[in-house]
């Protein structure tokens, strides 16, 4: 390892990757945690891939060049779907950590055999997710309900949550899900966990969300641990963010965090 601390640099387009660093709060010590919300490229799934691979190339030789980071979380699962297999390729020596959407977890849980898939057009779009489903849905009697959520990143990241136009876009994409008896619904974008009480009480209560950070914060902490990372001390979070950000949002998701100053792009 580089350094006595473990340097952990995460990213996503905006607030949404600050549910697995919550999730990584629960798991990490001894640790700085360098995030970075690219709101200025935000959103992310409703860009190019060439585009988002170019955010996620530079959000990460940031990261290497000023915090000398021992590990990378990818925590969006838009950016994983087009930059990681490249990352990998660059920074060999580096831990790096993709969010995928959770259908391996999803296809555990459901007794129904309906599963709802809620993410950005980007990530359903990917090559990533195409292959992921056809892999773990071979030979399944499964059927998946999957939909993307064009305008959603927005609203959230606006802080504008238990709205009604936020209420009514859920409302139209679960409604075929409903209809059909889905038990389990994948959250397959990291900022949709902030809308998890809405989709719950659209469904009734009655479905099982799958999120992905406390599989993310795990993996860390094993790989971490195998380059001699001690897992005893202070963690600090420090937050960059690339254009404005809603700060009530961010201290709604997590208590504890320092800004640092705006990473220049
Ligand atoms: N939170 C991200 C994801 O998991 C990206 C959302 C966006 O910027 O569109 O896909």
Request: aromatic share 6%.
């Amino acid at each position: 390892m580089k350094n006595e601390k473990l340097k952990i640099g995460v990213f996503d387009s905006g607030l949404g990757g600050l549910t697995v660093v919550k999730a990584l709060t629960g798991v990490i010590q001894n640790a700085d945690i360098f995030y970075v919300a690219d709101t200025k490229n935000a959103p992310y799934g409703e860009k190019t891939p060439e585009q988002i691979l170019q955010y996620s190339l530079d959000i990460t030789q940031y990261f290497i060049e000023t915090h000398q980071i021992d590990a990378l979380i990818v925590a969006c699962n838009t950016a994983t779907s087009f930059a990681i297999k490249k990352l990998r390729a660059l920074y060999p020596n580096l831990i790096i950590i993709g969010t995928e959407p959770g259908v391996k977890p999803a296809l555990e849980k459901t007794k129904t055999g309906k599963i709802g898939v809620l993410a950005t057009p980007a990530t359903l779009q990917g090559e990533k997710y195409q292959t992921l489903v056809k892999q773990l849905s071979k030979g399944k009697n499964v059927v998946l309900y999957e939909q993307a959520c064009p305008g959603l990143v927005e609203q959230i990241e606006r802080g504008a949550i238990a709205c009604d136009t936020t209420k009514t876009l859920l409302n139209t994409w679960l409604s075929p899900m409903k209809k059909n008896n889905v038990d389990t619904i994948v959250l397959g974008c990291t900022h949709y966990p902030l809308v998890a009480s809405i989709i719950e009480s659209i469904m009734d209560g009655d479905i099982t969300l799958i999120e992905t950070g406390s599989a993310i914060a795990n993996r860390l902490l094993a790989l971490s641990q195998n380059i001699g990372h001690q897992n005893e001390g202070d963690l600090s979070l420090f937050i960059h963010h690339t254009d404005t950000i809603n700060k009530e949002s961010i201290d709604s998701i997590i208590a504890d965090y320092n800004f640092l100053k705006s990473m220049s792009t």
